[in-house]
């Protein structure tokens, strides 16, 4: 045999290498092949060619095994069992930026399923060398470690603090201030998946100096970039005053009330939580959110949306008005109560209409006005409704009750609690009787001065034994 015959063997060879791995990172893309490649034990066949002598047989044999580990948790598994995640490990260090953004992707695809396989991840050690690829020169190996990262942060705090320990967050706040857009967009969702477990982890990411560079990005024209900016300050916001007052001070308002009118429904979502993670803390924020607008620019926004959008949005309605009599009153003044009714009558999810429910019984709590702007909506018999069904869930009945009983408590409007004599089960009756029996000596009193408005029966003449005689002989419904 010549020697021009045994470098055809050898070249065939590697041509053969390389169309089988191509093939397979090409067959992994569709779902449908997964099961059959795991069943010919593509696995065992793709780790030694992680080895190849040839870069570009190396980088698509890590594809391929990043589409199947992405599949599913068994095929990730398979990875963590195969020893294969310390030869990417050592891969990421010293191969070229393709195959570094290949082993990343295998590395997140891995992470991704289970707190247990990202901390495989983090046991092999990856964690170091994934850092060293956020000062990369190439962006993109930067945003395959960074979502690698980003992954392996959000399952739990300690591996959130693995991350944190590794060295992460400062770079990451490097990236999101990168020129490309897909680099800002991952780093920021990282950031948010970092500061989400605890308030000790969110400090962590304000101190990097994130939260200015962040609220600079709020009206950035790319929607998703808007929506891992918005995620990433909510995660920071939530946790306490101290660090919800951090991000008003980063002059987020009035700029994120634009945000509630944007095109994407993920946006205005994102916008909603934002203002709803401040506004849950105090009323002095409820009410810096109230003077820059931010009320009647979230009602407007529920209006504007259908579903589970709605929901931190009417949440917010609830966290200001439960602050003070004041606050309420804003929700009211600004048109909240029809669009929560609305919310409460149209919405066939169970979790949205409790949440509607709260809202309403937070505002309807503080006075007899508060009471009365809730009762004129229609609201409580709908309430009521919801309360004695047994199609709602256990969570509904439970923030239907409270509610009613919340306006209740309050409520001198006549028009809303005469029905409830007919219809309300005896642990809501109670309520009615108790509000009655306040109310009819003042109507006594006033029957005396309005004998002639016989046009109004609640002021009529003898209207307020009339109803005691209706108390007294109500016979309640059992629920």
């Known amino acids: 045999m010549s020697q021009r015959q045994v470098l055809q063997v050898f070249e065939q060879y590697q041509k053969a290498r390389t169309q089988f791995v191509q093939m397979v990172a090409e067959l992994a893309t569709r779902p449908q092949n997964i099961e059959t490649l795991q069943n010919a034990g593509v696995m065992s066949l793709l780790r030694p060619l992680l080895l190849d002598v040839v870069p570009t047989i190396q980088q698509t044999a890590a594809l391929a095994l990043g589409r199947l580990a992405n599949y599913n948790d068994e095929l990730a598994e398979a990875v963590v069992k195969g020893d294969i995640l310390p030869q990417l490990v050592y891969s990421l260090a010293e191969q070229n930026r393709f195959y570094k953004k290949a082993a990343a992707f295998v590395l997140r695809a891995v992470g991704k399923h289970s707190p247990q396989l990202a901390q495989a991840i983090v046991d092999c050690g990856a964690l170091d060398t994934l850092v060293i690829c956020l000062e990369d020169f190439d962006p993109g190996v930067k945003e395959a470690a960074a979502w690698a990262l980003g992954y392996i942060a959000r399952h739990n705090a300690e591996l959130s603090q ?19 857009i897909a680099l800002k967009r991952i780093a920021a969702s990282a950031l948010s998946d970092i500061s989400k477990h605890s308030p000790e982890l ?89 003077n820059a607008g931010g009320v009647a620019a979230v009602i407007d926004c529920i209006g504007s949306c259908k579903g589970n959008i709605r929901l931190p949005g ?3 309605l609830g966290y200001v008005a439960a602050h003070s009599e004041n606050l309420a009153m804003a929700v009211i003044i600004s048109k909240g109560v029809p669009q929560l009714s609305v919310c409460l009558s149209e919405e066939p999810e169970d979790h949205i209409k409790a949440a509607a429910a709260w809202a309403l019984g937070q505002i309807g709590r503080h006075t007899p006005e508060h009471a009365r702007a809730v009762a004129v909506t229609n609201t409580l018999p709908v309430l009521l409704s919801l309360y004695m069904s047994t199609e709602s869930s256990e969570d509904l009945q439970v923030k239907s009750k409270k509610a009613i009983k919340n306006i209740l408590q309050k409520c001198t409007y006549l028009p809303a609690l005469e029905p409830f004599l007919y219809d309300a089960p005896p642990n809501i009756l109670k309520h009615v009787v108790g509000q009655f029996s306040k109310i009819v000596g003042e109507i006594s009193i006033s029957c005396e001065f309005l004998s002639q408005a016989s046009e109004n029966r609640y002021y009529s003449p003898g209207y307020s034994d009339t109803l005691l005689q209706r108390v007294d002989s109500y016979q309640p419904l059992t629920h």
């Open 162 to 180: 693995a991350v944190v320990d590794a060295g992460a967050v400062p770079l990451l706040v490097l990236c999101i201030q990168e020129p490309e």
């Open 314 to 316: 009417i949440m917010m």
């Open 202 to 290: 969110a400090q962590t990411v304000v101190d990097a100096g994130a939260i200015a560079h962040l609220a600079q990005m709020i009206l950035n024209p790319d929607s998703k970039l808007k929506n891992q900016v918005l995620s990433a300050l909510s995660q920071i916001a939530k946790h306490s005053v101290d660090l919800a007052e951090m991000v008003v001070e980063a002059e987020i308002f009035p700029v994120v009330l634009t945000c509630l009118k944007d095109k994407d429904e993920y946006v205005k979502k994102n916008a909603s939580t934002l203002i709803r993670e401040i506004a849950k803390h105090t009323p002095e924020l409820s009410q810096l959110i109230v």
